[in-house]
């Protein structure tokens, strides 16, 4: 057996240069905290990376994903469909709302809400008149679908988007795990009718805690500008004096210049991170591709993958370990993993509330019995990406 790592190694960190430390130094010296210069900065550069027309900053891609259901004006006399494999994220914000998620089940291969997946979903699960998508549990109108982009594996935005069209369904992306990533040449963040980014600790960039949501309906993005901050009528709180308006009952979203700081740094730095994942992927790729039963993540063959999560899946017939003896084997030898995700109908609150039977998501299931998020951030050394290759080559081969 090899020896293990001195240090433990996680499966992600984040990466704050210097220059990021300098640039919060600068906001913290200024005597502006919250919201204001920096918070426009990284807007405007932000819109300007992904060449969306609007960028509203939040301080979490879950406060961009409620927002953004928001502005569509949902209700609990609505439904939402969104995959059955992602962060309870983005099912709970359709839950503030009181209205129904409907959950596709995944592709086997990305573990992806697909056109297939979700036309399956919209014949199995809705009713259509030829003017209204229904839930056919709950008769709920369908307003919208939320794909996610998971790992930044991109999913196919041109088919669902035309089945949403022809469905009238709004589409907002959950790109929490696809920044930076490239769809048939455009960048997402473009895509969708709204399209949600977050800066969370373990994400492609990090603010500490943050998101963005991009668009290009110009009323919607002003309606998340005034939600994020009160319900405040920007017009009036920009006017000098003390007067101002609420005009709804908004929302405490606002991201912070401190955040903002590190997220114009982060942003510039972007790129460099991003080489440096795809980096370590092919050499993961490339290192394990002899190993029987393990299947590796591939490139994204209609864009550019973003390269967030490294996760592979474990064949139990053919692999060396099943799963769970292979993390608990890397964690003895200091290497962390994560799983990505446990399935929503496998959570007791969904499943209490919602009735989801896992009989109906055959390859969710398999996929959590099966897969593992393997170390990958920008910041790991080539010693740390020596002992996982060690350690898993020295487990599964
Ligand atoms: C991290 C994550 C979110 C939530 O992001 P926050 O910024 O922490 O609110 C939403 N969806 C997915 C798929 C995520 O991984």
């Known amino acids: 057996m090899l020896t293990s790592r001195k240090t433990f190694l996680p499966f992600a960190l984040p990466s704050i240069s210097e220059d990021a430390i300098e640039e919060v130094a600068g906001v913290l010296r200024s005597g502006w905290v919250t919201s204001g210069p920096k918070v426009k900065q990284f807007e405007m550069e932000f819109g300007d990376f992904v060449r969306a027309p609007h960028s509203i900053a939040v301080n979490s891609a879950t406060a961009g994903l409620h927002l953004a259901l928001e502005a569509i004006g949902l209700t609990e006399e609505d439904a939402v469909i969104t995959t ?9 914000v359709i839950c503030y709302f009181h209205a129904e998620p409907i959950l596709t089940d995944v592709d086997p291969i990305h573990n992806l809400l697909t056109p297939a997946t ?11 008149d030829g003017k209204v998508l229904r839930s056919v549990k709950t008769k709920k109108q369908v307003k919208a679908v939320i794909p996610v982009h998971l790992a930044g594996y991109t999913c196919n935005m041109e088919e669902i988007l035309s089945i949403a069209k022809k469905y009238n369904l709004i589409v907002i992306e959950d790109a929490a795990h696809a920044f930076p990533a490239v769809h048939k040449n455009k960048m997402i963040g ?8 977050s800066f969370y600790a373990t994400k492609g960039i990090t603010t500490g805690e943050g998101g963005m949501i991009t668009t290009s309906h110009a009323e919607a993005a002003e309606r998340m500008r005034k939600m994020r901050l009160h319900g405040i009528n920007r017009d009036a709180f920009n006017r000098p004096g003390w007067y101002y308006e609420v005009v709804d009952a908004g929302y405490k979203y606002n991201m912070t210049d401190i955040q903002a700081a590190l997220g114009v740094v982060q942003l510039k730095e972007s790129h460099a991170f991003w080489e440096r994942r795809t980096e370590i992927a092919k050499h993961y ?7 029987k039963g393990l299947t590796l993540p591939k490139e994204d063959k209609d864009g550019q993958h973003s390269w967030h999560l490294y996760r592979v899946e474990l064949d139990p017939k ?14 003895d030898r200091n290497i962390g993993t994560s799983l990505h995700f446990i399935p929503i109908f496998e959570h007791p609150y969904y499943k209490k509330t919602f009735g989801f039977k896992r009989e109906e998501y055959p390859n969710a299931c398999r996929m959590y019995d099966r897969t593992i998020s393997l170390p990958l951030f920008a910041g790991m050394t080539e ?8 350690a898993v080559k020295d487990l599964l081969l």
């Open 190 to 197: 473009t895509w969708g009718d709204y399209t949600v980014f």
């Open 318 to 331: 053919v692999a060396k370990l099943g799963r769970d003896s292979f993390v608990e084997e890397l964690k």
């Open 118 to 128: 979700l036309q399956e979903t919209i014949e199995s699960k809705c009713k259509w």
């Open 285 to 291: 790729n490339e290192e394990f591709k002899s190993i």
């Open 84 to 92: 059955s494999i992602t962060f309870t994220a983005t099912t709970e």
């Open 383 to 390: 010693n740390d990406e020596k002992d996982v290759i060690d």
